[in-house]
């Protein structure tokens, strides 16, 4: 399984950002996607959750109202809108991928590499 996301970049606070996350080498139909971050000097944390198969998603409570997590299954890609960013979103973002749901939140089998988003104030 291979995940490639892009998207990141520099944007000013109150600004938008959408990353992508397409997905290859495996059947995804039945997987768990999530976007994950890092912030300098912390500790990676979840983002945001979407089951392949149902459309089911789960957001922490940081992001939740302002970013977006979607799906487009005929281009095994993963979205993550990110809207009304704040600085304190500064963070490498990794999508992650997981046969299992109950797995996605906290232990991911699959990871991406990892995409810069830098919010100015």
């Known amino acids: 399984v291979q995940l490639q996301a892009s998207g990141g970049g520099l944007v000013q606070a109150g600004g938008s950002l959408r990353l992508s996350c397409t997905a290859s080498?495996?059947?995804?139909?039945?997987?768990?996607m999530a976007w994950f971050r890092q912030a300098p000097g912390k500790e990676r944390e979840f983002v945001a959750a979407?089951?392949?198969?149902?459309?089911?998603?789960y957001y922490a409570d940081s992001v939740k109202g302002r970013f977006t997590i979607s799906r487009d299954s005929a281009k095994t890609t993963v979205y993550l809108q990110m809207n009304s960013l704040k600085p304190e979103d500064t963070a490498v973002y990794y999508c992650a991928a997981d046969p299992r749901w109950v797995s996605i939140t906290t232990a991911p089998r699959y990871w991406g590499q990892g995409t810069q988003v830098t919010v100015s104030s």
């Open positions: 080498g495996g059947s995804f139909s039945s997987y768990a």
């Open positions: 979407i089951s392949w198969r149902t459309g089911t998603t």
